[in-house]
């Protein structure tokens, strides 16, 4: 690999269901002008910019990276859009590290984000075509049976998604920037929640959010100086086929 | 062709109507055009950008300080419409046009209410016609016309 | 809240998009809806491994082939490879709820097609059932997966879990 | 850097419509031809990238279907850019220089066919203030096309003769979807579309797709006699606002042919993608190009314009010129956003 790498600042907005006290540029800029900060820099240091969102129809405009670039310093500068469905804001993140462990850019700024409030994500990601039969519901509509599948086949005990569940919501307490915080999560509040995609409670599923998360990323050189660099070892993703 | 090859196809409508929070600048400038007043806002240069943006669209920096600008203008460039499409302003043909409002530095997308080509210049000075009620949207300036 | 009220500040605006398409299924989707009209299922083999897609999109999406091949008529009953009970209404779903959401390994089918169970109770349904395809009456064919109404219990033993496992 | 090379090719014939094939299975042949021609398999590639758009198909994820032209069992290295499948084959040689990938896979297609192309790119512009009143791309493009004429950049006539050049040179062409020898008294004969556009002045709607085989090293001569090395890339955004940018030249185009070096050494061929006889005029200044470039041999996007693989198109159609030894270097240009917002620059050399 040409370039070590790292992690020099980051930044995350507030995460909430709807952030209607900001603009799409607005909510991406609060990200990225926290990681900026954090990373002791300015709009005009960065090289390169890369935006990740999935399907652009949650926000009902066609590649809104060009639009949104100028808000994020990237006028001028080569800009790269990231759409890999559910995987985005991770995918996003190793395309802004290869830029720069490729030794083409000393300092990438990536963003991540969703205004999902301004359509509403279960229609969004389940729009019936023509010629099909709608047997699905939102995420958790093809997700179910995957899970009760997993259940099966790991032999893992019912209550693990419980557990998780319970786990991530103590985090999130801890968590300034967490959409979802339940102050008296129990394992039996979990479980007494509505039964939405069975097995899939509805405390067991993710919330609907708007939010971003941007990171800048930096050669050695420039790490080096930077309060406290994370390395970026390695990366690496995978897909699979949809069905076989 | 074999008509058993070809394609099934069928209508597919995506429709939504969808709900765009505004932030600090647009909603003043949404608010300023359901109160039929034009709010642009000053770049670092003292120059001002109309339609108003809370940054820099070259540097990214934040803006705040915003600036009335006039209702009326000269075109900069338009492209005529001969045969409107559905979704589309006016139902007669229209231009497309680049309009600089007086006060401001930059130009509004919008279009210009002229009837036929013959009466499109670029150069022109309009003037802005507003919806007939006006909810904070850039429909609330239903078309400009000639002055 | 009305234009009328005033309040101080628009801090939202309603943007309504509308577009029109002519969707266009395919090549593989159109000759796999054609025999669904004729109440007839079909699907593709891989050339590689013979595996038989249903409904097939034109390739193996394992190999990356083309599966260009003789189409394959498979049965309309086969194996509740898993399932989900939902809960939720949408607009898009016509059924009431709760309904049972499956994915069923037709016999003779490598992959799963995706339907819904009806004619049992929420409690019955279980992975490794037989199910049959029930079908909308002849005249009302069309060209969609809409001609099987529904799947449901077939008078069978259950299948071996080892025989569907690797469908889940 | 390392050294990279397109060692494959293949693209569809541009339609109007497609009237068999859906989006995905336009790839699929594609896709296997390009496998089949180099005797690919899937364990040889080590990335695969690809480029496209869901408002053109109406639903969301339409790229995840079009991996299974790929196959991806085992499970691939994948990632896509909802973006034209040349910023895919950028991603794919970043791949390349930070020595992930040796052999990498790209792809763009798209089937606009299915809605109102023009209308659907008004989304594309500003959500608030533009994109409610729908300014289709026909309309946008000629507001460029005017403050282009009447700030004495270019004529009605060289727009003319620019796509004529384009439809001529399209003749030799099996996969180009406009072509003909029309002359520019014909051409400026004809009415408006959108004044000051003429339907000559556009690039057609297309349904296609086209996908490329990147190699590193000397392994690229294992896949191609004469690989067609990439010896400069760079892509440039600008704003999106019409208005702050300077609409009568292409300064992105500028810089990014700044930075790939385009004029370091003479140009045999270039392959350009503006959809637009104005925007094509305005790209071919910018990239500086004389009088010994031969501009679209291929009658660039001009000719064919499958939307997402048409910038990806040009690059394999300026290697395929690199191959059969008419070019010793080249220029292959892609652009996205309206106005020519998005440019992209890529340099082939022969050795």
């Given at each position: 690999?040409a370039?070590?790498?790292?992690?020099?600042?980051?930044?995350q907005?507030?995460?909430?269901a709807?952030?209607?006290?900001?603009?799409?540029?607005?909510?991406?800029?609060?990200?990225?002008e926290?990681a900026l900060?954090?990373?002791?820099?300015?709009?005009?240091d960065?090289?390169a910019?890369v935006i990740g969102?999935?399907p652009?129809?949650?926000?009902g405009?066609?590649?809104?990276?060009l639009?949104l670039?100028d808000?994020?310093g990237?006028?001028?500068?080569?800009?790269?859009r990231?759409?890999?469905?559910?995987?985005?804001?991770?995918s996003t993140?190793?395309?802004?590290a290869?830029?720069?462990?490729?030794?083409i850019?000393?300092?990438v700024?990536?963003?991540?984000?969703e205004?999902q409030?301004?359509s509403?994500?279960?229609?969004?990601?389940?729009?019936?075509?023509?010629?099909?039969?709608?047997?699905?519901v939102?995420?958790?509509?093809?997700?179910?049976?995957l899970?009760?599948?997993?259940?099966?086949?790991?032999?893992?005990?019912?209550?693990?998604?419980?557990?998780v569940a319970?786990?991530d919501?103590?985090?999130a307490?801890?968590?300034?920037y967490?959409h979802?915080?339940?102050?008296d999560?129990?394992?039996?509040?979990?479980r007494?929640?509505?039964?939405?995609w069975d097995p899939?409670?509805?405390?067991e599923?993710?919330?609907?959010?708007d939010?971003?998360?941007?990171?800048?990323?930096t050669?050695e050189?420039?790490?080096?100086?930077?309060?406290?660099?994370?390395?970026?070892?390695?990366?690496e993703?995978?897909?699979?086929?949809t069905m076989? | 062709m074999?008509p058993?090859?070809e394609?099934?196809?069928?209508?597919h409508?995506?429709?939504?109507?969808y709900?765009?929070?505004?932030?600090?600048?647009?909603?003043?400038?949404?608010?300023?055009?359901?109160?039929k007043?034009?709010?642009g806002i000053?770049?670092?240069d003292?120059?001002?950008?109309?339609?108003p943006?809370?940054?820099?669209?070259e540097t990214?920096?934040?803006?705040?300080e915003?600036?009335?600008?006039?209702?009326?203008?000269?075109?900069?460039?338009?492209?005529?419409?001969?045969?409107?499409?559905?979704?589309?302003?006016?139902d007669r043909?229209?231009?497309?046009a680049?309009?600089?409002?007086?006060g401001?530095?930059t130009?509004?997308l919008?279009?210009?209410?002229?009837?036929?080509?013959?009466?499109?210049?670029?150069?022109m000075?309009?003037?802005?016609?507003?919806?007939?009620?006006?909810?904070?949207s850039i429909?609330?300036?239903a078309?400009?016309?000639?002055a | 809240?009305?234009?009328?009220?005033?309040?101080?500040?628009?801090?939202?605006i309603?943007?309504?998009?509308r577009?029109?398409?002519?969707?266009?299924?395919g090549?593989?989707?159109?000759r796999?809806l054609?025999a669904?009209?004729?109440?007839r299922?079909?699907?593709?083999?891989?050339?590689?491994?013979?595996?038989?897609y249903?409904?097939?999109?034109?390739?193996?999406?394992?190999?990356?082939v083309?599966?260009?091949?003789?189409?394959?008529?498979?049965?309309d009953?086969?194996?509740?490879?898993?399932?989900?009970?939902?809960?939720?209404?949408?607009?898009?779903?016509?059924?009431?709820?709760?309904f049972?959401?499956?994915?069923?390994?037709?016999d003779?089918?490598?992959?799963?097609?995706?339907h819904?169970?009806s004619?049992?109770g929420l409690?019955e349904?279980h992975?490794?059932?037989?199910?049959?395809?029930?079908?909308?009456?002849?005249e009302?064919?069309?060209?969609?997966?809409?001609?099987?109404?529904?799947?449901?219990?077939?008078?069978e033993?259950?299948a071996?879990?080892?025989?569907?496992?690797?469908?889940? | 850097?390392?050294?990279v090379a397109?060692v494959?090719?293949?693209?569809s014939?541009?339609?109007?419509?497609?009237?068999?094939l859906?989006?995905?299975?336009?790839?699929?042949?594609?896709?296997d031809?390009?496998k089949?021609?180099?005797?690919?398999k899937n364990?040889d590639?080590d990335?695969?990238?690809s480029g496209?758009?869901?408002?053109?198909?109406?639903?969301?994820?339409?790229?995840?279907?079009?991996?299974?032209?790929?196959?991806?069992w085992?499970?691939?290295?994948?990632?896509h850019v909802?973006m034209?499948?040349?910023w895919?084959?950028?991603e794919?040689w970043?791949?390349?220089?930070?020595?992930?990938?040796?052999?990498?896979?790209?792809?763009?297609?798209?089937?606009?066919?299915?809605?109102?192309?023009?209308?659907?790119?008004?989304?594309?512009?500003?959500?608030?203030?533009?994109?409610?009143?729908?300014?289709?791309?026909v309309?946008?493009?000629?507001?460029?096309?005017?403050?282009?004429l009447?700030?004495?950049?270019?004529?009605?006539r060289?727009?003319?003769?620019?796509a004529?050049r384009?439809?001529?040179?399209?003749?030799?062409?099996?996969?180009?979807?406009?072509?003909?020898d029309?002359?520019?008294?014909?051409?400026?004969?004809e009415?408006?579309?959108a004044?000051?556009?003429?339907?000559?002045?556009c690039?057609?709607i297309?349904?296609?797709?086209?996908?490329?085989?990147?190699v590193a090293?000397?392994r690229?001569?294992e896949y191609?006699e004469?690989?067609?090395w990439?010896?400069?890339?760079?892509?440039?955004?600008?704003?999106?606002?019409l208005?702050?940018?300077d609409?009568?030249?292409?300064?992105?185009?500028?810089?990014?042919?700044?930075?790939?070096?385009v004029?370091r050494?003479?140009?045999d061929?270039a392959?350009?993608?503006?959809?637009?006889?104005?925007?094509?005029?305005?790209v071919e200044?910018?990239?500086?190009?004389g009088a010994?470039?031969?501009?679209?041999?291929?009658?660039g996007?001009?000719?064919?314009?499958p939307?997402?693989?048409?910038?990806?198109?040009?690059?394999?159609?300026?290697a395929r010129?690199?191959?059969?030894?008419?070019?010793?270097?080249?220029?292959?240009?892609?652009?996205?956003?309206?106005c020519?917002?998005?440019?992209?620059?890529c340099?082939?050399?022969?050795?």
């Amino acid at each position: 690999m040409a370039e070590l790498t790292a992690v020099v600042g980051i930044g995350q907005t507030r995460h909430a269901a709807k952030r209607i006290d900001v603009s799409q540029a607005g909510l991406v800029r609060e990200a990225a002008e926290r990681a900026l900060d954090d990373a002791e820099c300015t709009w005009k240091d960065i090289d390169a910019v890369v935006i990740g969102k999935a399907p652009d129809m949650f926000e009902g405009v066609m590649m809104p990276e060009l639009f949104l670039n100028d808000a994020l310093g990237g006028a001028y500068k080569p800009m790269l859009r990231v759409h890999t469905a559910g995987s985005v804001g991770g995918s996003t993140a190793v395309v802004a590290a290869s830029l720069v462990q490729a030794g083409i850019h000393e300092r990438v700024l990536c963003v991540a984000y969703e205004k999902q409030s301004e359509s509403n994500a279960t229609w969004a990601l389940t729009i019936s075509m023509p010629f099909s039969v709608a047997t699905v519901v939102g995420a958790g509509g093809y997700f179910a049976p995957l899970v009760r599948g997993y259940i099966m086949r790991s032999g893992c005990p019912d209550d693990v998604g419980i557990k998780v569940a319970v786990k991530d919501r103590l985090n999130a307490l801890k968590n300034p920037y967490a959409h979802l915080r339940i102050e008296d999560i129990t394992e039996d509040m979990v479980r007494e929640s509505p039964m939405l995609w069975d097995p899939i409670r509805y405390l067991e599923t993710c919330p609907s959010s708007d939010g971003a998360c941007a990171m800048v990323l930096t050669t050695e050189k420039l790490a080096v100086r930077c309060r406290n660099p994370a390395w970026v070892h390695a990366t690496e993703m995978r897909s699979e086929p949809t069905m076989f | 062709m074999n008509p058993d090859e070809e394609s099934l196809s069928a209508p597919h409508i995506l429709e939504y109507t969808y709900r765009r929070s505004l932030g600090p600048v647009l909603s003043k400038f949404f608010t300023g055009l359901r109160d039929k007043k034009l709010l642009g806002i000053k770049r670092p240069d003292g120059s001002v950008l109309f339609p108003p943006k809370e940054y820099d669209p070259e540097t990214s920096e934040s803006l705040h300080e915003m600036v009335p600008v006039a209702e009326s203008g000269v075109v900069k460039s338009w492209a005529w419409v001969p045969a409107p499409r559905a979704p589309q302003p006016l139902d007669r043909p229209f231009a497309y046009a680049l309009v600089q409002l007086d006060g401001a530095d930059t130009s509004l997308l919008h279009v210009v209410d002229a009837g036929r080509e013959a009466a499109m210049r670029t150069g022109m000075r309009v003037k802005v016609r507003w919806a007939d009620s006006t909810i904070g949207s850039i429909g609330d300036i239903a078309c400009f016309e000639p002055a | 809240m009305s234009a009328e009220e005033k309040p101080d500040l628009v801090k939202v605006i309603r943007t309504p998009i509308r577009l029109e398409y002519t969707y266009s299924a395919g090549k593989s989707a159109s000759r796999f809806l054609r025999a669904m009209k004729e109440g007839r299922l079909i699907g593709q083999r891989c050339p590689v491994d013979g595996r038989v897609y249903f409904p097939s999109r034109g390739s193996c999406p394992q190999h990356g082939v083309p599966t260009d091949g003789e189409p394959v008529e498979l049965a309309d009953k086969g194996t509740l490879v898993t399932f989900s009970i939902v809960r939720i209404p949408a607009e898009t779903v016509p059924l009431e709820i709760p309904f049972v959401t499956v994915q069923v390994l037709l016999d003779g089918a490598d992959t799963i097609l995706m339907h819904v169970l009806s004619g049992c109770g929420l409690d019955e349904v279980h992975m490794g059932m037989r199910v049959r395809a029930v079908w909308k009456p002849k005249e009302e064919w069309e060209e969609s997966v809409a001609n099987i109404l529904y799947f449901e219990p077939l008078d069978e033993p259950d299948a071996d879990y080892d025989s569907y496992k690797e469908h889940i | 850097m390392r050294e990279v090379a397109v060692v494959g090719f293949t693209q569809s014939p541009a339609k109007r419509r497609e009237t068999v094939l859906n989006d995905t299975e336009i790839v699929i042949p594609m896709i296997d031809e390009l496998k089949k021609s180099k005797n690919l398999k899937n364990e040889d590639m080590d990335f695969v990238c690809s480029g496209s758009c869901d408002y053109l198909a109406g639903a969301p994820f339409a790229f995840v279907m079009g991996l299974d032209a790929v196959g991806a069992w085992p499970p691939v290295c994948e990632s896509h850019v909802e973006m034209d499948g040349a910023w895919a084959f950028y991603e794919a040689w970043v791949k390349i220089q930070m020595g992930y990938a040796e052999v990498a896979l790209v792809y763009g297609f798209g089937k606009p066919s299915m809605g109102d192309l023009p209308l659907t790119l008004a989304l594309q512009l500003d959500p608030y203030t533009q994109a409610p009143l729908w300014p289709d791309a026909v309309s946008v493009a000629a507001l460029q096309a005017r403050l282009c004429l009447e700030g004495g950049v270019l004529t009605e006539r060289d727009m003319a003769e620019a796509a004529r050049r384009d439809r001529r040179n399209a003749e030799t062409n099996p996969y180009a979807q406009i072509k003909g020898d029309f002359s520019p008294e014909q051409i400026l004969a004809e009415p408006y579309v959108a004044s000051p556009l003429r339907r000559h002045d556009c690039s057609p709607i297309s349904d296609g797709a086209s996908a490329i085989l990147l190699v590193a090293g000397e392994r690229a001569k294992e896949y191609c006699e004469r690989p067609a090395w990439v010896t400069g890339i760079e892509h440039i955004c600008e704003p999106l606002d019409l208005n702050v940018r300077d609409l009568t030249r292409s300064r992105s185009t500028e810089m990014a042919a700044e930075r790939a070096g385009v004029g370091r050494a003479a140009i045999d061929v270039a392959e350009l993608a503006a959809p637009f006889s104005h925007q094509e005029i305005l790209v071919e200044r910018a990239l500086g190009l004389g009088a010994g470039t031969r501009v679209n041999p291929s009658g660039g996007a001009m000719a064919g314009n499958p939307m997402m693989a048409a910038g990806l198109s040009r690059i394999g159609e300026a290697a395929r010129r690199i191959w059969d030894g008419s070019a010793g270097r080249a220029v292959a240009h892609a652009t996205s956003g309206p106005c020519l917002q998005q440019n992209l620059v890529c340099v082939l050399e022969g050795s």
